[in-house]
C-alpha cells in the first residue's frame, strides 16, 4: 500500500488533488436542491454533500461551497427560508449532473436540462417531478466554516412525497428498489446493492442480520 | 406517491421516525474512526456522516451526536487532536457494525470485534490494519450545532494509506475496485457498480462520459 503525506497532497496540480480528495471521504449521497429566486424563478443544482443532522426534530444538511462557487441556490435559500432536496436515478442522470454547468441566473435549470418543476400545496420551492424520492426543508441555520469559507446549511423537513412501495414496516426505506444512486468524487455515479442490515449492536452479543 | 407532513412525522413512534429520516438523506459513506484515549487504549466507532469540507486545504467532517450518546471518540478527538478514518469493507462489514456496541471505555473494540490496529510513524491514533482506504486527521475545529446538540468536527488531512491500484491518473479513486461498501439509514450496508463518470459540465454543450 501507498503512504502518501499531507505535503505531497499540497504538491498536486489542482484538479488531480480535488479528485483525489473528494473521493477519499467515500461515498455520498447525490442529490437536487430545488429552489426559486426572489422573482420566482426556478433554479436546480446537483450537490453531494447531503448530511442527517439528526431525527427528532428532522434535521438534514449541506455544505455549501464559498458563495462565488455556488451563488443561485444558496441566495435562494436565504432570501426564501425553503428549498427541496431531490434523489437521482439513472433516467435523468446526465441531466442531473448537467444542473452544475454555471448557466445565469435568469436561467431555470429545469428548462435548459430538460426536468419537470413540480409544485405542492404552501411549498415554494420547485421538487424534480421525475424523482421518486424529495423531501422540502425550512431553512433553520445558516453555520459558516470560518477554516475555507464554506457553510454548513441545516433546514427542517416540512413535507415528504416519495413512492410507498419502498418503505418497510419498520419505516427503512429500500433505496435501491427506487434506484436512487450514490456518487464519488466530483462525478462518478453509482447504482446499489445491499448486502445486509444489521441488528442494533450489543457488547458481548453476535451481530445479527435483519431479515424483513 | 404519497405525501407525508412534518406533523405526521412528528407522531411516529422514535425508531420508525430514525429508519425513515436515516434512509432519506439518501446513501452515505461508511468508515470506522479510530482513536487513543489519554491513557493510549484505542477506540474504534462506526460513523456514517463523514462529509467532505474541502480539497484545499483538504479538510473533512463529520456529525457527532450528543455527548452523551457517542462520548470515546468524541473525548478522545478533543484530547489528543488526531484520530483516522477507515474504509470499511465487505470482509469485515459485521465487525465494523458490531464497533457500535456500548463497549465501556476501558474496553478496546479492536479487540473485542477482532479488527488489527496499526499505528504509522508520527500518528498517536490506530488505523484499521484490514481497511484498504484510510487516512489521518489533525482536528481543526469543533462547531456546536444547537439545534440538537450535535458537533460539526472537522480535520486536516495528514496522511493517506490505500492501495495504489485504485488511483486513477487524474487522480480519482476507484472505491467499487477497492470494495469501500456505502450505507442507508441506520444498518443498511451496499457495495457499488459504476454507472459512469462526467466531464465537468457547461451551458449549451452536451454532457459528455469520462473515458479513462
Chains 1, 2 share one sequence.
Not at 50 to 79: C, E, K, M, W
Not at 170 to 195: M, P, V
Request: charge should be neutral.
Amino acid at each position: 500500500m501507498q503512504i502518501i503525506s499531507s505535503s505531497t497532497i499540497q504538491s498536486w496540480e489542482r484538479f488531480y488533488r480535488a479528485n483525489f480528495i473528494n473521493s477519499l471521504t467515500g461515498f455520498k449521497s447525490v442529490s437536487l436542491i430545488g429552489t426559486i429566486n426572489k422573482n420566482g424563478r426556478p433554479n436546480l443544482g446537483v450537490f453531494s454533500s447531503v448530511v442527517h443532522i439528526g431525527s427528532d426534530p428532522a434535521l438534514v444538511g449541506y455544505i455549501n461551497r464559498p458563495i462565488q462557487a455556488a451563488p443561485h441556490t444558496f441566495a435562494n435559500i436565504q432570501s426564501t427560508g425553503v428549498y427541496t432536496i431531490n434523489h437521482v436515478h439513472p433516467f435523468f442522470l446526465e441531466q442531473a449532473h448537467q444542473t452544475s454547468a454555471k448557466y445565469p441566473e435568469e436561467v431555470s435549470e429545469f428548462d435548459e436540462v430538460g426536468l419537470i418543476p413540480e409544485f405542492l400545496d404552501g411549498i415554494p420551492a420547485p421538487f424534480v417531478k421525475e424523482s421518486r424520492v424529495k423531501y422540502a426543508l425550512s431553512l433553520e441555520e445558516i453555520i459558516p466554516i470560518k477554516l475555507n469559507n464554506t457553510f454548513l446549511v441545516i433546514g427542517k423537513i416540512k413535507e415528504v412525497k416519495l413512492e410507498e412501495n419502498i418503505v418497510l414496516k419498520d419505516g427503512f426505506l429500500e433505496l435501491d428498489k427506487a434506484s436512487s444512486l450514490c456518487s464519488n468524487g466530483i462525478d462518478g455515479y453509482y447504482t446499489t446493492q445491499l448486502i445486509d442490515r444489521y441488528r442494533y449492536a450489543k457488547p458481548g452479543a453476535k451481530t445479527e442480520k435483519i431479515k424483513i
